[in-house]
C-alpha cells in the first residue's frame, strides 16, 4: 500500500519550506541590488495574490471568506509578510543573504521562547539545552569582528531579529486563529493584503516605482522565482504545515534554509563564508535540533 495521501502532502510541504525557500534569500539578494526593498516585496505578493484568485476560481474554489476570516489574514499578512518579509529583504541591503538565513535559524528559539511566555508552555530539559546552544550560537554569529565593523552591519542584524519575532508571534496565531480553511486560499488574502500595505509603505517611504521591462534579466528571473515558487509554492505549504503541526515543527525549516542559502550565496555571488560562522552554524543548528527532538509528531487536523 502507498502513502496516505495526507502524509505525502505534508512531506511536499515540507521539502517547499526547506528547499524552496532556502533559494529565496539567494533570489532577494539578486532582487535588491536594482529594486526598493519594499516595492519588490510588494510587487511579489500582490501578483502571487492575484494568480492564486485566479487559479482558485479556474478550479471551482471559493474564495469568499468570513469577515473576520478577512481580519485575522490581514494581521497574518502584516505579521509575515508586510513586516516579516518586508524588512528582511530592506535588511539585505547591510548584510549577506547567507548571514541573514543563519540568524533565522535561530527562529525555533524565538517560537519555544513566545510559546512559553504567551501560552505558558513548559520547556522540556533537552529544549533548554537547544535554548543555551541556540544564544551560544548567534553570539558566535553576531560577535565576529569583520561583521560588526562593516556599514549597517548591526542594523541589518537588529532588522532580522525583530522580524523573527514577528513570524514566531504570527506562526503561533495562524495555528489558533479562524482563517479560512483551504490552506491556498488563505495563501492567497495574506499575500494580497500583506502586499497592499507593502505597497503603501513603499509610497510613504517614496521608492521609486519602475516597469519591469527596465529591470536586467537577473532581476526579472529572481522575480518570477520568488513569486511562483518562494511566495505561491512554499507559502501555501507553510500555512498548510502550520494547521497540519505544531509550530515549533514547521520552524525546523531553519535545519536546511541557512546551508542552502550559505552555499548559494557563495556559490552565486561570491560570499564569504568565515570559520566563526561554521562554528556558529553547528552550534545554533545543534540547539535547533535539541529544541526539536524527543517530540513524537502529532498530525492537527484543520481548524485545531
Known amino acids: 500500500m502507498g502513502l496516505p495521501r495526507k502524509t505525502v502532502l505534508i512531506v511536499l510541504a515540507f521539502f517547499a519550506i526547506y528547499v524552496i525557500w ?34 482558485a476560481k479556474a478550479l471551482k474554489i471559493s474564495i469568499s471568506i468570513t469577515k473576520v476570516q478577512l481580519k485575522n489574514t490581514t494581521i497574518a499578512g502584516f505579521l509575515f509578510l508586510t513586516f516579516g518579509n518586508g524588512v528582511v529583504v530592506w535588511a539585505l541591503n547591510f548584510v549577506d543573504s547567507g548571514f541573514a538565513a543563519l540568524e533565522i535559524s535561530a527562529q525555533p528559539l524565538v517560537v519555544l521562547i513566545l510559546m512559553r511566555i504567551l501560552q505558558g508552555k513548559k520547556i522540556s530539559p533537552m529544549s533548554l539545552i537547544g535554548v543555551f546552544l541556540g544564544f551560544m550560537g548567534i553570539f558566535l554569529l553576531v560577535s565576529q569582528k569583520q561583521l560588526i565593523s ?118 552565486v555571488l561570491n560570499e564569504h563564508i568565515s570559520l566563526q560562522s561554521v562554528i556558529a552554524a553547528v552550534v545554533l543548528l545543534t540547539g535547533v535540533y535539541f529544541i526539536n527532538s524527543k517530540r513524537k509528531f502529532k498530525p492537527r487536523g484543520i481548524g485545531r
Open 22 to 55: 532556502g533559494s529565496t534569500y539567494l533570489l532577494n539578494k539578486i532582487a535588491v541590488t536594482e529594486l526598493p526593498a519594499f516595492k519588490l516585496a510588494a510587487i511579489r505578493f500582490i501578483i502571487a495574490g492575484l494568480l492564486i484568485f485566479g487559479i
Open 150 to 267: 562593516q556599514d549597517g552591519q548591526i542594523t541589518g542584524m537588529i532588522l532580522i531579529f525583530a522580524c523573527m519575532i514577528s513570524w514566531a508571534y504570527a506562526s503561533i496565531f495562524v495555528g489558533k486563529a479562524d482563517l479560512p480553511k483551504n490552506a491556498f486560499v488563505n495563501t492567497g488574502y495574506q499575500m494580497f493584503t500583506g502586499g497592499i500595505m507593502l505597497g503603501i509603505v513603499s509610497l510613504c517611504l517614496g521608492e521609486t516605482w519602475s516597469s519591469p521591462a527596465t529591470w536586467s534579466t537577473h532581476v526579472q528571473w529572481s522575480m518570477i522565482g520568488l513569486t511562483l515558487f518562494g511566495s505561491i509554492v512554499a507559502f501555501t505549504a507553510f500555512n498548510y504545515l502550520l494547521k497540519e503541526v505544531s509550530p515549533e515543527k514547521v520552524a525546523t525549516s531553519t535545519y536546511v534554509n541557512p546551508i542552502i542559502a550559505l552555499l548559494l550565496g557563495w556559490w
